[in-house]
């Protein structure tokens, strides 16, 4: 089964407004990121947080982690059209070398 | 830089056939990870070779294999081709474990199985 899950599956947004998107996990972390692919593509790191930090700002991205509810969000603000790609969250499991990535959330700007 | 560069673009395959899948990871990097992107059901882990060892492995047949070699550029192979193979299979390269680094992942090599 899959350590991460994000939610929602799909959201469409009208560019300029904020996108969020959600991973909810299983067991205990150190770790975990997030990924963009853009279609047919490779998957593009975004950015890395700690299972000893709660928020993580690059750029106009903001991670948050709550480690109680097992739970990650990544907060997109001022949308663009070349946001438009599919987000992923990946989890290591505590003590586990690999990561394990979620069947992701596909993001939709509208120019 | 160059980046993670995989061969081939795309593979078409007959069922029993068997496909080899390239990758070469950025310079200086020691690790390289292979996923399975079947559609609609996200990123499975496949293998990790690091510094020409295999060192951890996802839950596929044993049809799915694999070297790293001394260049560190890394190939897959999978044998006894199945119409479920069918994919974008995907390298990331990085040092060491995955969980604690930003991996840097090629474009993938999306194989057909007919």
């Known amino acids: 089964s899959q350590q991460g899950e994000e939610d929602p599956q799909a959201l469409s947004i009208q560019e300029g407004e904020n996108a969020t998107m959600n991973c909810s996990y299983k067991?205990?972390?150190?770790?975990l990121q997030w990924y963009r692919q853009n279609s047919g593509r490779g998957l593009v790191h975004l950015i890395l947080i700690r299972s000893n930090e709660r928020e993580k700002h690059s750029g106009r991205l903001r991670v948050t982690l709550d480690t109680s509810k097992k739970s990650s969000s990544l907060l997109i603000t001022a949308s663009r059209a070349a946001d438009t790609a599919s987000y992923f969250c990946a989890t290591d499991g505590y003590g586990n070398e690999k990561l394990t990535f979620g069947t992701g959330t596909r993001l939709t700007i509208i120019p | 830089e160059a980046g993670v560069t995989q061969s081939p673009t795309h593979l078409i395959k007959t069922r029993g056939q068997q496909a080899t899948l390239r990758c070469s990871p950025i310079?200086?990097?020691?690790?390289v990870y292979w996923y399975q992107q079947a559609l609609g059901l996200g990123l499975q882990f496949l293998l990790w070779y690091d510094e020409g060892e295999e060192r951890n492995r996802g839950n596929f047949p044993p049809r799915f294999s694999g070297r790293q070699f001394p260049n560190y550029s890394s190939e897959l192979n999978v044998n006894a081709l199945e119409l479920e193979d069918s994919a974008l299979y995907l390298c990331a390269s990085g040092w060491g474990q995955a969980s604690n680094q930003p991996q840097h992942f090629g474009d993938g090599t999306r194989l057909s199985i007919l």
């Open positions: 310079s200086g990097h020691t690790s």
């Open positions: 067991t205990s972390i150190n770790n």
